[in-house]
């Protein structure tokens, strides 16, 4: 009888998934952009191959277009195509364009709380309360940039120590690049040896690894069902909570030591702010909201530049006719008795052209950030209604053969003119363009270039076995793109 009861209710469940199908989905599906026919339930995932969403999505536009709909599941996504579609969508209607897209994981553990996952006044608020503070303490300034070489010192003098044993840099970059953004949260920085600190650039890595896999795209697919199965995507949400108790620990340490009206790094300026509106109902700045605001300053100013500077390490060892010629740009310009600065990067062309090229190449994330539309929105002949999950593939814009010339291969030369002069290209979208711009644009692209030009005055890259074994294909491939483990050695030059 039992058994009888569960397969009449599962039919129940099939007809009633049929009939949302043929009917509320069938409306659905006529308003938006063509793209492959989904199945119920599954959508187009048969035709998106795990752990390769960029690659299934760039041969889906292919046939459908620059603008095309799939299924994630029982959820459509428009898919934005190519650098003339980026650009008309992400800058030239940017407002419509600005909403943040929700995806589950972030979703439980935020609520749509903080800059990165937030919409509507309180994103707005918080990321222009966000600007001007971080902005005070240094980002876009001198300053930042003499943190940035005051880590990358203390970096080389931990690189020293192995020279010439094989080593795993991910533990020390994660350190070097999180204390920068560490002195503008927190106040301080980290001794590349505390036990606590490195716990916590473990769980980042975790976290971005396992929402980089095929379980963390699953799980914004099916949250619901994946929350009853076992897997790594469990690690995320206690990954998460272990990260929201150390931060919360930093706040109530900022309480207890701070002078009100004299911040000293970006938690003392949002419990101001917390001050100043403690009265206000509507108030946006309350413990929980700085709680995700400093989770995202935190992660965001670290894992994605640090996957960035080890990828850029790995494809240096791949390639050291390129590392060399880079060295010697930076003998002839720089000299090897100061350190390379900011001001340098004109007058390295080669030098800037390789970063620039190690970015392109990557892909650090490939799909972007979803976005979501905050009006009913015209595109190209497609109605797009207030809320449409929009995936914006950034990749599609690096590999978009009609702005570069060499757009599959790593190929420096992408951004250098006929002239061998540093070339700059609109094309060229690490972080996403338009009013969603990460906020550590800036201090990623000084990071990226004070960092490994640092490294590569001082050091030879050498590979841990044979130069033909190094294999370039992402670790994983979904949020981000996650090199493989690697080994190097150091040696001085």
């Known amino acids: 009888m039992l058994t009888t009861g569960v397969a009449l209710l599962l039919l129940l469940v099939l007809l009633l998934v049929l009939a949302w199908w043929g009917g509320q989905g069938a409306q659905m599906r006529r308003g938006l952009p063509p793209g492959p026919t989904p199945l119920p339930l599954l959508g187009n995932l048969l035709q998106l191959q795990a752990g390769g969403l960029d690659h299934a999505l760039m041969e889906l536009s292919g046939r459908w277009g620059p603008v095309f709909t799939v299924w994630l599941g029982p959820r459509p996504a428009v898919v934005l195509s190519g650098y003339a579609v980026l650009r008309d969508t992400l800058v030239l209607q940017a407002e419509a364009f600005s909403g943040r897209g929700s995806m589950a994981v972030f979703q439980r553990f935020t609520c749509g709380n903080g800059i990165v996952f937030s919409n509507g006044p309180r994103w707005r608020t918080l990321r222009n309360f966000a600007l001007g503070a971080l902005k005070e303490f240094g980002l876009g300034t001198r300053s930042i940039e003499e943190h940035i070489l005051e880590e990358a010192a203390c970096l080389l003098e931990e690189f020293q120590g192995t020279t010439g044993s094989p080593l795993d840099p991910r533990r020390l970059l994660d350190n070097a690049v999180s204390n920068v953004i560490c002195s503008v949260v927190f106040g301080k920085r980290y001794t590349y040896g505390d036990p606590e600190f490195l716990r916590l650039l473990d769980l980042f890595n975790d976290n971005f690894c396992i929402m980089s896999s095929r379980w963390g795209e699953m799980y914004n697919i099916f949250p619901s069902l994946l929350d009853w199965l076992p897997g790594p995507h469990h690690r995320i949400f206690r990954n998460f909570e272990e990260l929201r108790v150390f931060i919360s620990e930093q706040i109530r340490q900022h309480r207890q030591t701070r002078q009100s009206g004299v911040p000293r790094d970006f938690i003392d300026c949002f419990l101001d702010q917390m001050d100043k509106e403690q009265q206000d109902p509507e108030s946006h700045f309350q413990e929980e909201t700085l709680v995700m605001t400093t989770h995202n300053l935190f992660f965001g100013g670290t894992e994605t530049t640090s996957t960035t500077l080890r990828y850029g390490l790995l494809i240096l060892l791949k390639y050291p006719e390129v590392a060399a010629k880079v060295q010697a740009e930076l003998d002839a310009v720089v000299g090897r008795a100061r350190t390379p600065g900011l001001e340098d990067r004109a007058r390295l062309p080669y030098t800037n052209a390789v970063l620039h090229e190690i970015q392109r190449f990557i892909s650090v ?80 692209r000084s990071e990226i270039f004070l960092f490994l030009t640092a490294i590569l005055q001082k050091f030879c890259l050498l590979p841990v076995g044979n130069l033909s074994d190094i294999d370039l294909t992402p670790k994983y491939t979904g949020l981000g793109n996650v090199p493989p483990n690697f080994q190097l050695r150091l040696t001085a030059r």
């Open 365 to 444: 994330l490939p799909l972007g950030l979803p976005r979501a539309t905050t009006r009913d929105t015209h595109f190209r002949g497609h109605f797009l209604p207030k809320g449409t999950f929009v995936i914006p593939l950034l990749v599609s814009a690096h590999r978009d053969p009609t702005q570069f010339k060499d757009p599959d291969c790593f190929n420096p030369t992408n951004f250098l003119d006929d002239k061998g002069e540093f070339q700059s290209k609109e094309a060229f979208m690490p972080f996403a363009p338009g009013k969603r711009m990460c906020l550590g644009a800036g201090l990623a």
